[in-house]
């Protein structure tokens, strides 16, 4: 099941949670350099809860979050902000603010009190904002984006940040299909380019046909990982998600897609 | 000027030094410069005229040094430290909105409203009435040390897991309205001559206050300020939520408690050294923004604006023989007003 890889960030052996309701126990989960990992399971089964820890949202009760060896906390904010990057589940745009001031505040960790600014932040916004499409939509108002224009432009922030490493927790819950795709085809991109990316997602078929990497949570453990072709079963997602389905080649793809069998009316004959 | 400029860089200024480089919105700039000349004609205006009218050149010659004795020693000794406060204590209080307001994220969520005031006065009227102290210094110190229980009260009963902004506001009100209470019960039962003084002092004036309260006044400001301008950067962060600041390699828990004790003492000098002067903290930042328009709160229009505000509402009581704090009150009141029926139309 697990096989050997180098990791910049790992958790190890974490027990977390918030306040005092512990969510997953001696957890250990390896991100693979240069992957495209994707965590997914059903509802609180804590696989945002491990993206919070492994981001620093969070302190494990025991264990460790290591990143390139070393605790995660015992790093200076700024210093983690510049290796990992962290698109959040929600986040606010303040008032009136426009595309490019927005992507310029990812730039954050890089800056210091006497340098507020500099040619090579402009460069990171300029690139962001080319790479996520939102180049034309730099000077306008982030209140009057559509939901899929303003999930680009924090996707845009987050890459103005330019660390090597991106976690995305549910980036793609709150978007139509079209647009999901075409955020994925973004991530699929931004993999192809170097970054290894971690992300949170609910579509199990958009999982297994973008993810180089699969881990399933249930419970708060790991059930299983590996790439989506080897670990997409019937018998896994059955015992992830309690959904009785089958698992035939995505047509254009060949990976794994998954087909609930739900109440099976019978088919008319003919 | 409401014309929306699509060119990210033609209504951003770049300013290059050093290494670095410093931006600010052409617009921000604008108005900023236009608040300083207006306060710079009310500040004039303001040393020129009283009872004694002088000209310009004599209150310029007076500045400098040099002219009548009888003057200088009006200009130089009367009106200049009142102005002087007037500004200080105004930019110290449109600051303070600012940060509160952009911590509770909600532009009801200003010093005065939240309690402080009203805990600086019962600071104040403890020592004035209970202990029976006229010295300044004591009464100045009754009124930090008052504003600062209350500010500390208010975050304590208002926490739950962090601080939201809406129970802070809420929890502040409450606050606020069982201080206001002691107070009245302190000056009910007093004598009348004791608490004539306490309501005067109250109403927040200038008119009492020379160099021997504005020089502790200025040192203090001198060491909170630069504190401020330290942690703004990473403060405006918190506007993206909490998570995504985080994200941004800001230090969350300690960036907000920094910038509410800072806030705190903003607001608890300017009410120890003139007594509550309510509003300005209130009004201050969120015309600042309507003018600047600028995302989130900008602190530095901010605190120029309160500057104006006060140097013009004590201007103004001045003429009429009212103090700086009615005035604000009334000003405030309209915009409160104003306020209230606006986001009650928006429902």
């Known amino acids: 099941m697990t096989e050997s890889h180098t990791a910049r960030l790992r958790a190890a052996e974490v027990t977390i949670g918030y306040d005092r309701r512990v969510i997953s ?9 240069g992957s495209f990992t994707v965590i997914v399971g059903p509802n609180a089964c804590g696989k945002s809860t491990l993206l919070r820890a492994l981001s620093r949202l969070i302190d494990p009760e025991k264990g460790r979050v290591l990143l390139d060896g070393k605790d995660i906390h015992g790093y200076r904010a700024k210093e983690v902000a510049r290796r990992v990057g962290l698109l959040p589940q929600s986040s606010l745009a303040p008032d009136g603010i426009r595309v490019a001031d927005l992507v310029a505040r990812g730039r954050y960790p890089h800056q210091t009190l006497l340098r507020p600014w500099s040619d090579a932040d402009e460069l990171a916004v300029d690139e962001a904002m080319a790479a996520t499409g939102v180049t034309e939509l730099a000077g306008r108002l982030v209140d009057e984006l559509s939901g899929g224009q303003r999930q680009r432009v924090w996707v845009a922030m987050v890459l103005a940040q330019q660390t090597p490493l991106l976690l995305l927790d549910e980036p793609t819950t709150f978007l139509d299909i079209a647009h999901q795709i075409e955020l994925l085809e973004l991530f699929t991109d931004l993999h192809e380019a170097g970054s290894t990316l971690v992300a949170v997602l609910h579509d199990l078929n958009h999982a297994a046909r973008y993810a180089t990497h699969l881990i399933a949570m249930k419970d708060g453990q790991v059930v299983a990982e590996g790439s989506p072709g080897e670990i997409v079963t019937a018998e896994l997602v059955e015992e992830v998600f309690g959904l009785p389905c089958v698992v035939v080649p995505d047509p254009i793809t060949d990976k794994p897609s998954v087909v609930p069998i739900g109440r099976v009316r019978p088919l008319r004959e003919h | 000027m409401s014309a929306v400029l699509p060119d990210a860089a033609a209504r951003m200024l770049s300013i290059r030094l050093g290494g670095g480089i410093w931006r600010l919105e052409l617009r921000t700039l604008v108005i900023r410069i236009v608040l300083l000349a207006l306060l710079l004609a009310v500040g004039g205006a303001a040393l020129m005229s009283g009872t004694y009218q002088l000209d310009p050149s004599q209150v310029l010659s007076a500045l400098s040094g040099g002219g009548e004795g009888t003057i200088r020693k009006l200009v130089l000794e009367w009106r200049l430290p009142r102005v002087l406060f007037a500004v200080l204590g105004g930019l110290a209080l449109g600051i303070s909105g600012a940060i509160f307001q952009s911590l509770t994220r909600n532009p009801l969520g200003s010093p005065d409203v939240i309690g402080f005031d009203a805990g600086s006065y019962t600071g104040a009227l403890i020592v004035m009435l209970v202990l029976g102290s006229v010295s300044y210094a004591v009464i100045a110190t009754g009124a930090v040390l008052g504003g600062v229980i209350t500010a500390l009260l208010v975050y304590l009963l208002a926490y739950r897991r962090g601080i939201q902004g809406f129970r802070f506001i809420i929890v502040g009100i409450g606050v606020s309205a069982f201080l206001v209470g002691i107070n009245s019960y302190l000056l009910i039962s007093t004598g009348i001559q004791e608490a004539r003084a306490a309501v005067a002092w109250g109403f927040g004036s200038f008119s009492a206050l020379g160099y021997e309260q ?17 942690a703004r950067r990473g403060f405006a962060q918190l506007e993206l939520g909490d998570d995504a600041a985080k994200a941004v390699g800001v230090d969350v828990e300690r960036t907000r408690l920094t910038m509410t004790v800072l806030g705190v003492a903003l607001t608890a000098i300017v009410t120890a050294a003139a007594g509550p002067i309510a509003f300005v903290a209130l009004v201050a930042p969120q015309v600042a ?14 605190g120029i604006m309160g500057a104006l505000l006060m140097l013009s509402a004590d201007f103004v009581g001045q003429r009429i023989d ?3 704090g009615l005035v604000t009150v009334v000003l405030g009141g309209g915009y409160f007003a104003w306020l ?5 139309f928006r429902r």
């Not at chain 1, 126990?25 to 350099?33: A, E, G, Q, R």
């Not at chain 2, 600028?294 to 901010?302: Q, T």
């Not at chain 2, 209230?340 to 009650?344: D, F, H, K, N, Q």
């Open chain 1, 25 to 33: 126990t001696d957890l250990s989960v390896d991100i693979p350099d």
């Open chain 2, 214 to 230: 504005l020089v502790p006044f200025v040192l203090v400001l001198a060491v909170i300020l630069p504190l401020v301008m330290l």
């Open chain 2, 289 to 302: 923004r309507r003018l600047v328009r600028a995302p989130g709160l900008d602190m530095v229009s901010a």
């Open chain 2, 322 to 324: 009212i103090t700086v």
């Open chain 2, 340 to 344: 209230l029926i606006r986001e009650g």
